[in-house]
């Protein structure tokens, strides 16, 4: 069946760098827009960042850019997230999931809403 | 940056009873907005997207409504099930921002 399955997360100091994984199956992985969206304790959801079917293509948001680096291996069904420079208010469970939509027009990317989401990997970040 | 804000933050309500939730985007965003189900420990569930198409599988009690800045989420019959927080989210624009959330829960 359709799934994302997350893993690397863990406990680590502030300062430090951590690098979260998220396998796909059951689809084609390698023709999708993908997210990563985080949660700390008690809050809401943040998205956190998107990249092209192709690697090509990445956007984040302003709180992580310069930090976190999304990437993948379209060999592996593997999507990746390497987050350097932690911060304690990085704390929260990260999701991958699937955009729903996405697709591209010459050299525009164009990305929707999420339609599958894996269980999350969570990260602690505290000394 | 769109913000979305969504109200209220917690309701409750009785199973039958209508329940309804509000979402306001800071700009316009046409009908760029879907509507996710999480509950406890667990991933969010998306429900409705292009602010009322229904997505497979998704009980027909939930439905969504409105365009441009002013978004109603719906539960037409509340059941024990429906017992989740529910976020809105807007996909007009990067970066892709999500309103607080609802928390439902039974009287």
């Known amino acids: 069946q359709v799934q994302l399955v997350e893993s690397g997360g863990g406990v680590v100091q502030p300062g430090r760098s951590l690098r979260l994984s998220c396998g796909a199956s059951g689809f084609t992985f390698n023709t999708c827009g993908i997210h990563w969206v985080r949660q700390a304790p008690g809050k809401g959801l943040e998205w956190v960042a998107v990249i092209s079917h192709d690697g090509r293509n990445k956007n984040y948001a302003d709180s992580v850019k310069g930090r976190f680096t999304i990437s993948r291996d379209n060999s592996k069904n593997t999507l990746y997230l390497q987050m350097n420079s932690l911060r304690p208010e990085d704390t929260a469970v990260y999701y991958c999931a699937r955009d729903a939509r996405y697709y591209t027009s010459g050299w525009n990317y164009h990305y929707y809403y999420m339609d599958v989401w894996g269980k999350g990997t969570t990260v602690t970040v505290s000394s | ?107």
């Open chain 2, 1 to 107: 940056d769109i913000q979305m804000t969504q109200s209220p933050s917690s309701l409750s309500a009785s199973v039958g009873d209508r329940v309804t939730i509000t979402c306001q985007a800071s700009q316009d965003i046409s009908n760029y907005l879907s509507w996710y189900q999480q509950k406890p420990g667990k991933a969010p569930k998306l429900l409705i997207y292009d602010a009322s198409n229904l997505e497979t599988g998704v009980p027909s009690r939930f439905s969504g409504s409105g365009s441009g800045t002013d978004f109603t989420f719906t539960i037409s019959s509340l059941q024990p099930e429906d017992i989740a927080t529910y976020y809105c989210q807007q996909y007009d624009n990067l970066p892709l921002t999500f309103g607080g959330g609802t928390k439902v829960e039974i009287k």
